[in-house]
């Protein structure tokens, strides 16, 4: 019998923590563990086969510490780890568990934003690799034209503290450029890195007012919150005192140093070793 426990969290660094705040705001009286491998940040540069490796050691560890619902808050494990970890790992693990990405959330909603169905994709260069968001967006919307820009910057500029600086803004409107000149149609950007939120301002600020930007921690919110109401066996098994707690394969202190671009609010921060 699986004993309820809080949901889990895992990124690979700091920008999901913009997706977890965004689920408690969906869902206050839930209980969340949040896991960063900051130590070995970034995933973006990093095989698919490291990815894998690095992401399944810590939904592990989460299931470990009592969680029995673990969302990958992060596009980068979601594109390269999220597949084999669910159709392989889980059914020798615990069937009954279940391991959630962000990008099919994100994906599901855009049938209803975008008027030209032509979309644009802002990510790491990982992710952009991948090509998971063309392929889930295939899957759902065939008639959805994609294209996507790397943009490899964009991640130091937020954990440097560079996000408001002047640099910033020539990086940001170079790469918006360069996605619309790829297809001059696209009326919708999703900004495909759980860090770019922290740069909305600027990107809006160079993107034509017509389209639209969006953020992924809304969408991922309320699709976890409709999907625990169409899997009331999973709701079950999270327990709901509107708590949130904080691991780190970092230093607690440098965690709390660059967590708070992120997140607003005290953390019980514990440091951890993934294994």
């Not at 990815?51 to 592990?60: G, I, N, R």
Request: net charge negative.
């Amino acid at each position: 019998m699986l004993v309820p426990g809080p949901i889990g969290v895992f990124d690979s660094g700091y920008g999901g923590l913009t997706i977890l705040s965004q689920m408690r705001e969906h869902m206050p009286e839930y209980d969340f563990l949040y896991l960063g491998d900051n130590a070995r940040t970034p995933y973006g540069t990093r095989s698919f086969e490291v990815v894998y490796e690095f992401t399944s050691q810590a939904v592990k560890t989460l299931f470990d510490m009592g969680c029995q619902l673990v969302i990958l808050a992060c596009n980068t494990a979601s594109a390269k780890a999220l597949r084999t970890i669910q159709q392989i790992d889980l059914p020798k693990m615990d069937p009954r568990k279940r391991v959630l990405g962000i990008i099919r959330p994100t994906v599901e909603f855009l049938g209803d934003i975008t008027i030209s169905r032509h979309v644009g994709i802002l990510a790491t260069s990982g992710t952009i690799k991948s090509q998971s968001y063309p392929l889930e967006i295939k899957k759902l919307f065939p008639d959805i034209t994609v294209n996507g820009e790397a943009c490899p910057i964009w991640v130091p500029l937020v954990e440097n503290g560079e996000a408001q600086s002047e640099g910033a803004d020539y990086f940001i409107h170079r790469h918006i450029d360069n996605l619309l000149s790829k297809d001059s149609l696209i009326d919708t950007i999703v900004l495909g890195c759980t860090h770019y939120p922290i740069l909305y301002d600027k990107i809006r600020r160079y993107t034509p007012e017509h389209i639209n930007v969006i953020m992924q921690g809304e969408y991922v919110g309320r699709s976890l919150t409709d999907y625990l109401i169409r899997h009331p066996e999973m709701d079950s098994l999270c327990t709901k005192g509107g708590i949130c707690r904080f691991l780190t394969t970092e230093s607690v202190d440098i965690f709390k140093q660059y967590a708070s671009i992120f997140f607003d609010g005290d953390m019980q921060v514990c440091s951890i070793a993934l294994k």
